[in-house]
């Protein structure tokens, strides 16, 4: 019985580890999400600024 309260025991640690771990994934994706969202809206802002940009004349050799 005392092998079972062992694996019983390891188990629910195992467990509870593995959701400790999910939800650092989860938050990392949802910190990710939110820098490319923000990164996003800064360049769609940048595009609409009066600065054209051209391209530079090729280099005479």
């Known amino acids: ?3 079972h309260d062992l694996q ?3 188990f629910a640690e ?3 580890q593995a959701e ?3 939800l650092v994934r989860e938050a990392a ?3 990710r999400a939110a820098r490319r969202e923000a990164a996003r809206r800064t360049a769609e ?3 609409h600024t009066d600065r054209r940009w051209r391209p ?3 280099r005479v050799a």
Do not use: N, Q, V
């Open 1 to 3: 019985m005392y092998e």
């Open 8 to 10: 019983r025991a390891r």
């Open 14 to 16: 195992l467990m509870r």
């Open 20 to 22: 400790h771990e999910r």
């Open 29 to 31: 994706r949802g910190r």
């Open 45 to 47: 802002h940048d595009s």
């Open 56 to 58: 530079w004349p090729a």
